[in-house]
């Protein structure tokens, strides 16, 4: 392509490959002016300088150094970033915003093993899959023809806290199945609700209907303890928590309690520490069931992620509009 546009990659070298595996790395090259050789992790890198002072493009990801005041102002030309991850807020300050720069993210590539993860969670968790397994395992024999009773997925009702990204994705996914799907957030209406194909209710009411709430909602100072004791014991008994979204927005002793209890069941991806000391209840219990923080994008998801901003980097060098554009006027409430 001629007259590509200068552009410098910024990130923690070992993702490069795993972002960017060699057919993607070369389609980033044939639409950015770009040395794969070269990556910043200091803006005043003697190495970088020069590069910084061309670039049009900034291709980041994790590890990518903060652009501030000082780092935009020894990138002149700078008016582009294609951030292969998910969040911007820790690269991109208001002075970047004020700039005009257009950012694009990977965010939603990652949203899309959360949703799986989370689909999956929430019809093994229907099922009672995972306490049987653990039952199964220690009594190593089951009756032949015996019906479980309270388990199946037929007209259960699902309550999704968060029209995030993920959120919308996890409705989506849910649409095939026999659910009663609720959602809970204060920055959706009842008419987008139900364009999604859910009912838009205020929290309480949330976790009071459900049978299993997964939990989407953005890591902010005021979702911190949303999800507390008071709101834990509003819900049915036999309830489902299913977090994949951040730890702290889960009260993890209150969780603890209603689990050790037996009142309700948890599958958790995300946890307050992070990770959970080596003591805690929940690795024991056998109707939590916790993972080491994999339903993000691991192993070769990460490429999606690539390849959402090789994409992009392509529709820039053409002279198109980005179509995974943060708006910076909503960010603050995303996560």
Same mark, same amino acid.
């Given at each position: 392509?001629?007259?590509?546009?200068?552009?410098?990659?910024?990130?923690?070298?070992?993702?490069?490959?795993? &972002?960017?595996?060699?057919?993607?790395?070369?389609?980033?090259?044939?639409?950015?002016?770009?040395?794969?050789?070269?990556?910043?992790?200091?803006?005043?890198?003697?190495?970088?300088?020069?590069?910084?002072?061309?670039?049009?493009? &900034?291709?980041?990801?994790?590890?990518?150094?903060?652009?501030?005041?000082?780092? !935009? $102002?020894?990138?002149?030309?700078?008016?582009?970033?294609?951030?292969?991850?998910?969040?911007?807020?820790?690269?991109?300050?208001?002075?970047?915003?004020?700039?005009?720069? $257009?950012?694009?993210?990977?965010?939603?590539?990652?949203?899309?093993?959360?949703?799986?993860?989370?689909?999956?969670?929430?019809?093994?968790?229907?099922? #009672?899959?995972?306490?049987?397994?653990?039952?199964?395992?220690?009594?190593?024999?089951?009756? !032949?023809?015996?019906?479980?009773?309270?388990?199946?997925?037929?007209?259960?009702?699902?309550?999704?806290? #968060?029209?995030?990204? %993920?959120?919308?994705?996890? %409705?989506?996914?849910?649409?095939?199945?026999?659910?009663?799907?609720?959602?809970?957030?204060?920055?959706?209406?009842?008419?987008?609700?139900?364009?999604l194909g859910a009912?838009?209710?205020d929290l309480d009411?949330?976790?009071?209907?459900?049978? %299993?709430?997964?939990?989407?909602?953005?890591? &902010?100072?005021?979702?911190?303890?949303?999800?507390?004791?008071?709101?834990?014991?509003?819900?049915?008994? #036999?309830?489902?928590?299913?977090?994949?979204?951040?730890?702290?927005?889960?009260?993890?002793?209150?969780?603890?309690?209603?689990?050790?209890?037996?009142? !309700?069941?948890?599958?958790?991806?995300?946890?307050?520490?992070?990770?959970?000391?080596?003591?805690?209840?929940?690795?024991?219990?056998?109707?939590?069931?916790?993972?080491?923080?994999?339903?993000?994008?691991?192993?070769?998801?990460?490429?999606?992620?690539?390849?959402?901003?090789?994409?992009?980097?392509?529709?820039?060098?053409?002279?198109?509009?980005?179509?995974?554009?943060?708006d910076p006027d909503?960010?603050?409430?995303?996560?």
């Amino acid at each position: 392509m001629a007259d590509r546009p200068r552009a410098l990659l910024a990130m923690s070298p070992e993702f490069l490959p795993l &972002l960017f595996p060699e057919p993607l790395l070369r389609r980033l090259c044939d639409a950015l002016d770009l040395d794969p050789g070269l990556i910043a992790r200091d803006y005043a890198d003697p190495a970088v300088q020069p590069v910084l002072a061309e670039a049009e493009v &900034l291709v980041s990801s994790w590890g990518t150094p903060r652009l501030d005041a000082e780092a !935009l $102002a020894k990138a002149p030309r700078l008016r582009a970033v294609l951030h292969a991850a998910g969040t911007v807020k820790s690269i991109i300050g208001e002075e970047g915003w004020a700039r005009g720069l $257009a950012v694009s993210s990977s965010s939603g590539a990652n949203a899309l093993p959360v949703a799986e993860y989370t689909l999956a969670s929430i019809l093994m968790a229907g099922k #009672g899959i995972f306490t049987l397994r653990e039952q199964f395992r220690a009594q190593r024999s089951f009756e !032949l023809g015996y019906v479980h009773p309270g388990i199946g997925n037929f007209g259960r009702t699902i309550g999704v806290i #968060g029209a995030s990204k %993920i959120g919308r994705r996890v %409705i989506e996914l849910l649409r095939p199945f026999d659910f009663e799907v609720l959602v809970a957030d204060p920055y959706l209406d009842g008419a987008e609700a139900a364009a999604l194909g859910a009912e838009l209710v205020d929290l309480d009411a949330l976790v009071a209907r459900c049978d %299993i709430v997964s939990v989407h909602a953005p890591d &902010l100072a005021e979702t911190a303890g949303l999800i507390g004791a008071e709101r834990l014991a509003a819900m049915k008994d #036999g309830a489902v928590v299913v977090n994949t979204a951040r730890g702290r927005l889960v009260d993890t002793d209150a969780l603890t309690a209603e689990v050790a209890a037996g009142r !309700l069941s948890a599958v958790i991806d995300v946890t307050h520490p992070e990770p959970l000391p080596a003591e805690s209840p929940l690795y024991d219990l056998p109707n939590a069931f916790l993972t080491p923080h994999v339903a993000g994008s691991h192993g070769n998801e990460l490429s999606r992620m690539g390849l959402f901003m090789v994409e992009e980097a392509e529709r820039w060098a053409r002279g198109e509009a980005l179509v995974h554009r943060v708006d910076p006027d909503t960010l603050w409430r995303q996560a």
